[in-house]
């Protein structure tokens, strides 16, 4: 089924099910999908010892894949495949393991082919754990789901 011809009041539902149940790099982090709307999208984590760098804090890729994430969902509203051109990323700090942790996404300028959204990550602390800036293109390729 086409995205793009669901009814605004089911896609957001549906795009939610189904990012969730196709991140398999996300399910492999523990990281979900937790809210979306046509302007943000949210990603959240429990950082824990599986996610520790050698010297035992969550390693910061973690961080900037669920910006990524939050971003790339919030890109999947409109209907296309839309890959990560580049990004501009700020580590600012570490969250402790056993934290959750959660990446909120928005929409700086949405243009015919390319995006872009900012993110920030954030601890369950009120920690800024980092911040950064993405470019999406937006591909031909629809957006089927199951």
Request: hydrophobic residues 40%; aromatic residues 6%; neutral net charge.
């Amino acid at each position: 089924m086409d995205l793009l011809s669901l009814p605004d009041d089911e896609r957001i539902p549906r795009l939610m099910e189904y990012c969730n149940k196709r991140n398999r790099f996300g399910s492999l982090i523990g990281m979900r999908l937790t809210a979306l709307s046509r302007h943000s999208a949210r990603m959240e984590m429990i950082v824990d010892e599986q996610h520790n760098n050698p010297i035992g804090l969550p390693h910061g890729a973690i961080y900037l894949a669920l910006a990524d994430s939050a971003c790339g969902s919030l890109m999947m509203l409109t209907g296309y495949a839309t890959p990560t051109l580049d990004v501009t990323w700020k580590y600012l700090k570490s969250a402790v393991p056993g934290e959750r942790v959660w990446a909120d996404s928005r929409i700086i300028r949405s243009g015919r082919t390319v995006s872009t959204l900012e993110a920030e990550v954030q601890s369950e602390s009120g920690d800024l754990l980092g911040k950064g800036i993405f470019s999406f293109f937006q591909t031909r390729r629809k957006i089927e789901l199951e």
